[in-house]
């Protein structure tokens, strides 16, 4: 077991070197380099390189034993068959971790070759990441040792089986501007697994939610748990591939993971509290919305649109999730009607009509969170509605009941809101269905 | 009913006046102005404002009695009350249609006002969009008489009863390059409706799918009737939301539809062949895939990914949806391991590995094509692959066999290859789970 102090110290790393680093911008070492370079890491860079004087206008040395001081980190991107040696100079080195992004071991039957690097690490407790991953990016340390390069800081932890995943969840992170703590690759897992991270990501003041990706579990007790302690502190969306027959079969062939029965592992969901997502999106949304709010108090959810056909999509969810859409008291609709124009439709949801504009939802926004039957809310803003992040913005400061956007059919107005309400830590999803099913995961966080 | 000649002469509009046309920008008959303009509309334009001399640089006119000639199309976004004046005019300027995106009539109980208009309309067979809707787009004619801006020219038809469930169909559609024929939003529907449309888009050439959003159906016989006529000529895509309880009292609330059994409506997409939609996203991949590819001649499918756990959501979705993941034969698996490295899996999916290059794409894909045990080929990029779009592109062009993509976790290489593949009429997802799914709506299109 690699213990957290060693993970803090693999991730916080003051001294990082790329040993197999690249000129060759097609190179796998080369573009580890530069996104380490390009994400703004403010520690010190060794490059190590036979030939090579410097790359990327950084010195280089022919091997670690030239590095002028101890390392914190090595991240390995050599041929397999070199590992071993690269391995003994890091301990050498009195490095604290090895990401080690090169394939060839267990994962093709090599197991001896990876079982002798294993040896070298483990002799001089040595976190090892991978082997064959795609490295690791913690952004409060500015440290991007993978790609692509990604920067942008947030609450999500992602600990993903799949470098592919894990990619995909930083890449959508980045482009909402919603950003993530940690994005980290198992690859064949043989160092640092599942139960470590999640241990670790538990306590980690920058993680407010573990999105972990994994085929399958190798000491199951340990791993219910780890996941147990884990949720006890901050909500786990797991997404675990290989639910059914073929998927199963493919699952064993990527990562010779044994995926399990699915209704076991759905059963052990129930038990630990692990939200589980149905695919790569509802991965996405739930740990998206879970970074960003606390629970509502309750399932009572009230929909406010411009759009009555997203209205309806929204209602259609929520019934299909438990979720209610109850009717406001008489006295809130009576002061909804009074200010709103009559085309309005008074009800849940609460119709705004196509010509809403930001003053009306602020207008009727005022008075809908003075009920006492809503436990949430969820505005969908169905047209190009300018500054309707203001509006979620004022609102949500002065409530405490979660609020929730759907926003779509608003054109280049959308995408500016949009960015604008994820800075301002309001989640916001391009349709009501996935809006209202990301208000399900968030009904399943308990309270910290 | 409105004739299909009608129709085609509204969307062929070569005069067009908007009444009520603004210069405050805060206004729709700015916005509706502006975007006909701005989408190049080709014919001439007669704004029409009692007050101003000109608006964004036209000549206005203080009523259409004023127009020098006679008008294929007017746009109203007048006061309700003013309509029936308006109606009048137009039928004495020999009209053919007119959208009317004004609201306050039936939708908030003015019926009588409404037939008024509606009786002036019929009187003089002009076609009648709305009202009471967010307007038509026809790109052939580049004619956006709604908004946002969307100019995009594709094969997809839009028959929304939600002017906001049309405008982000259109405007995914324009971001990601795939395009548009028409949009059109239906509003009170108390001229023009879905049976028109249906039978009208069936015909168009410029339109290679019709997508289909109603709440519900006024003449259900009539509709099954059109349906299965349009559906003898292409495929229809159909998104109606008021499954639930809830949703169907939404959508009464709304449209004053009744949104009738779902089990009933279920039972005639199946007997007509109607292809439906769960949500809005899947209403959008059905409609892009239908109207980009012909349908596998069965339901073998091959994956090939960069991505093992990409594969394995795809087996997973695969095997949801009863698309078959047969193994290939041993004679191909023997060609495919001469030539590719020794860690990627020969299997169905078929891993080429994370650092898999187009090239290894390229000669995966050659030997694959030849395989007799497949009928489509879904190629998953899982990492930022250089020049992915060169290889679908060529593999498409030596092929009968559709070739679907999934592109994830490719960062800016990702964002360029799919518009690239979209510009050469491959379609490309942004999840393995939304091109399986995509798949399983393309095996249900027939053989026209």
Known sequence: MVKPETLHAVLNAKTVSVVGASSNPDKTGYQVLKNILDAGYQGRIYPINLKA??????????????????????????????????????????????????????EIGNVELENEVMGIANAHDIAVIGPNCQGINYTPNKLCACWPLLTKRGGMA????SGTIGATMGGWAEDEEIGFSALLALGNKSGVGEIELLDYFASDEETKVIALNIEGVKDGRAFIKTAKSALSKKPVVVLKPGRTRKGAEAAQSHTKSIAGSDKVFEAVCKQT???????????????????MLDAPLGRRMLVITSSGGSGILAADTAE???????QLSTD?????KEILPNQCVVSNPLDLTGDATANRYMQALDVAITSEVIDCILVIFGDPVHKASDVVRDISSRTDKPIVVAFLGGGDVEKEEVLLMHQAGIPAFPTPERAVRAIGALLKKKNY
């Open 53 to 106: 004087e410097s790359i990327l206008d950084i010195n280089c040395y022919p091997s670690l034993l030239d590095v002028p001081e101890d390392l914190d980190l090595v991240v390995i991107v050599v041929p397999a068959a070199a590992v071993p040696e690269v391995m003994q100079q890091a301990a050498d080195k009195n490095a604290r971790g090895a990401v080690i992004i090169s394939g060839g071991f267990r």
């Open 332 to 336: 809130i609709k009576d002061r909804l």
């Open 320 to 326: 299909d999730l438990g979720i209610e859409l109850k």
């Open 273 to 291: 509290g692990l939200i589980r997502a149905e695919g790569i999106c509802e991965f996405y949304d739930y740990s998206k919305i879970l970074s």
């Open 158 to 161: 992602v600990i993903a089986q």
